[in-house]
C-alpha cells in the first residue's frame, strides 16, 4: 500500500463544476503539498498545509490531521485547469517528500 | 525574479553516455533536491543538496552524483546511462533557514526532459 494515496486517479467533468480531489496518507507528516503539474512537466506549489484550510482564488484546500485526509477543491471549473494534480507530504521521520501518484484532471469546455 | 531554472530543457543522450543537468535555485533559497519522473508516475526524490553537501539521498544508485556550489547552484550527473534512466529530471529549491520540517515551500524548475535512446 502506498503512503499517499489520491483520488480519483482520473477525473473529467464539464466547465463549471465543482471538483474534489482526494489524499489520505499513512505516515507522521510535518506539511502536506497540493501541486500542479501541466503537459510539458512543470510543477507549481499549489499549497503548503500543515492544518485547517486554505484559499487561493478557485482553489480550495482543506487537511485533517487526525484523519490522516487532505482535499483540493476546484470551484467553477474551466479548461485551464486541466492538469495533474499531486498531493505530496512531508515525513515528519526524515523530512523528505513522499509523492502521491496524481490525478489527471480534464475539464472540457 | 527568475524562480527555478534548468538547464537544458531537452537532451538526448544514448545509452553508457554520461549528462549532466543543471539548476538555478530560486534567490533567497540554498537547498536544492533533485527528483527523476518517469512518465505516468510521481516524482521520485534522488537527493537534496545544502552547504554544498549531500544532506539526504532516495533510493538511486550511485550513477547518479550531484554538486552544489557556492551560489547554491547545483548538478545533477548520471553515468553509464540506462534506457531507463529516461525521465523528467525536475529541480526544487527550497530555504533552510525555514526549517527542514517544511515551513519553507519547495519551488520547482521546469524539468529537463532526458531521453536515453
Known amino acids: 500500500k502506498n503512503e499517499v494515496e489520491q483520488s480519483p486517479q482520473n477525473l473529467t467533468a464539464q466547465e463549471g463544476e465543482f471538483i474534489t480531489i482526494n489524499c489520505s496518507y499513512s505516515?507522521?507528516?510535518?506539511?502536506l503539498h497540493w501541486l500542479q503539474q501541466h503537459p510539458g512537466g512543470g510543477i507549481v506549489s499549489l499549497f503548503m498545509?500543515?492544518?485547517?484550510?486554505k484559499k487561493h482564488g478557485r482553489l480550495i484546500a482543506t487537511i485533517n490531521i487526525q484523519e490522516k485526509h487532505s482535499s483540493l477543491h476546484i470551484t467553477a471549473s474551466h479548461p485551464r485547469d486541466s492538469a495533474v494534480y499531486i498531493c505530496?507530504?512531508?515525513?515528519?521521520?526524515?523530512?523528505?517528500?513522499?509523492w502521491g501518484a496524481g490525478t489527471k484532471l480534464i475539464i472540457k469546455p | 525574479d527568475a524562480g527555478v531554472t534548468q538547464s537544458p530543457t531537452h537532451l538526448i543522450k544514448t545509452r553508457g553516455q554520461q549528462v549532466t543537468l543543471r539548476c538555478s535555485p530560486k534567490?533567497?533559497?540554498?537547498?536544492v533536491s533533485w527528483y527523476q519522473q518517469a512518465l505516468g508516475q510521481g516524482p521520485q526524490f534522488i537527493f537534496q543538496?545544502?552547504?554544498?553537501?549531500?544532506?539526504q539521498r532516495g533510493n538511486f544508485p550511485d550513477r547518479f552524483s550531484g554538486h552544489q556550489f557556492p551560489n547554491y547552484s547545483s548538478e545533477l550527473n548520471v553515468n553509464a546511462l540506462w534506457l531507463g534512466d529516461s525521465a523528467l529530471y525536475l529541480c526544487?529549491?527550497?530555504?533552510?533557514?525555514?526549517?527542514?520540517?517544511?515551513?519553507?515551500?519547495?519551488?520547482f524548475g521546469p524539468g529537463t526532459r532526458l531521453t536515453v535512446t
Open positions: 505530496a507530504v512531508r515525513s515528519r521521520v526524515n523530512y523528505q517528500l513522499i
Open positions: 526544487a529549491s527550497s530555504s533552510l533557514s525555514g526549517g527542514l520540517g517544511g515551513a519553507g515551500g519547495q519551488y
Open positions: 534567490s533567497g533559497h540554498d537547498t
Open positions: 498545509l500543515s492544518s485547517g484550510k
Open positions: 543538496y545544502y552547504e554544498e553537501e549531500e544532506r
Open positions: 505516515v507522521g507528516i510535518s506539511a
